[in-house]
């Protein structure tokens, strides 16, 4: 059977919520490695890749280093050995979003398709996520991710090249669906013509989704036979 589809996941706001602990420890990196945070309180970290979380507040702080590869390669280090404490918090709420887990076996038993992830988390921070909630990172069969690139547009062309051992082609257009919850999940395949189904689980509701364009939008994905329509329609 031919592979036609390919599913991108983000991770953060769609697939799970850490209850601050990505914040938290990018937090505790800055400070560590170049003693200050910026304006973190008032800064959004949705759909944005970490290295450019990073470099957005170290230029609002007026670091002098802000537009080095390397200093912000060292926050990005300190930040994944701090993640995983933060992870570890006993108190802290983690959760899987309603209907996550049944779309991806849905999905992940099909022959038809390939499950990944596109997100602007750096690799490994994006493994010790799903791993505190539970979810195993081997059903997403290829990933882009924020250690790929900074641009967060950049990410969808990355994911369609690695899926293409599997998929026998490199899948464009319709036959790569994104599945997210910012409007940057939205835009950002549009160079490859992919489509997006938003999902109103992060910080955007359902008419601030609607207005960036996406193929579909919901308010959950806990009807899974609906939103497998979408993505198959």
Known sequence: MRIE??????LDGTILWTNGAG????REALIDEMGTAGPIDSYSFAGKTDPQIVRDLLMAAGHPHADSDSHVARV???????LRS?????SRDLRVYVGVEELLAALTA???TVVGLLT????EGAALKLEAVGIDMKQFRVGA??????????LPAIAAERAAPLMGWVPHGDNVVIVGDTPADVTCGREIRARAIAVATGPYDIDQL?????????????????VIEAIYR
């Open 210 to 226: 609607a207005a960036a364009g996406p193929y579909a939008v919901f308010r959950d994905l806990a009807d899974t036979a609906q």
């Open 23 to 26: 914040r938290t420890a990018i």
């Open 5 to 10: 589809k390919l599913v991108l996941f983000d």
């Open 145 to 154: 991710f924020g250690s790929d690139a900074s641009d967060r547009a950049a």
């Open 120 to 123: 602007g988390n750096l690799e």
């Open 110 to 112: 099909r022959a038809d």
């Open 76 to 82: 990005c280090r300190r930040y994944e050995e701090l």
């Open 86 to 90: 933060e992870l570890a918090v006993s």
